[in-house]
């Protein structure tokens, strides 16, 4: 996972949004991001290393377009991560991914 902070990218989605995942790259509005918000962003991660990025993208812009943002069925699952535990408990085969980022997201 890459943070991208101040980026440009976020201009053309709305206030709200404070950041977008692609991939392993995550670009951030601000110049800092807060654990929860990190965590989150793994959860994404996650998503696209398990459907792909072109699945994940059809799965949230396409078959959900019709959900709000807080229903879609990625972020639903994204906001129940509150813990890496809870991450490594969704996607078992990512565990030695996930400590790897969270190691270096909380500095141990
Ligand atoms: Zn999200």
């Given at each position: 996972m890459k943070l991208y902070f101040k980026?440009?990218?976020?201009?053309?989605?709305?206030?709200?949004?404070?950041a977008f995942t692609f991939g392993h790259r995550v670009f951030v509005r601000a110049d800092t991001i807060s654990r929860k918000m990190q965590l989150h962003e793994l959860c994404h991660v996650c998503q696209y290393r398990k459907h792909g990025i072109w699945k994940f993208l059809w799965i949230y812009f396409?078959?959900?377009?019709?959900?709000?943002y807080r229903d879609k069925s990625f972020e639903v699952e994204a906001y129940s991560c509150l813990t890496p535990v809870d991450l490594e408990i969704l996607y078992p085969d990512d565990v030695t991914f996930i400590r790897s980022a969270v190691r270096k997201v909380y500095g141990y």
């Open positions: 980026s440009w990218l976020l201009r053309f989605f709305p206030d709200n949004i404070d396409v078959r959900e377009r019709r959900l709000e």
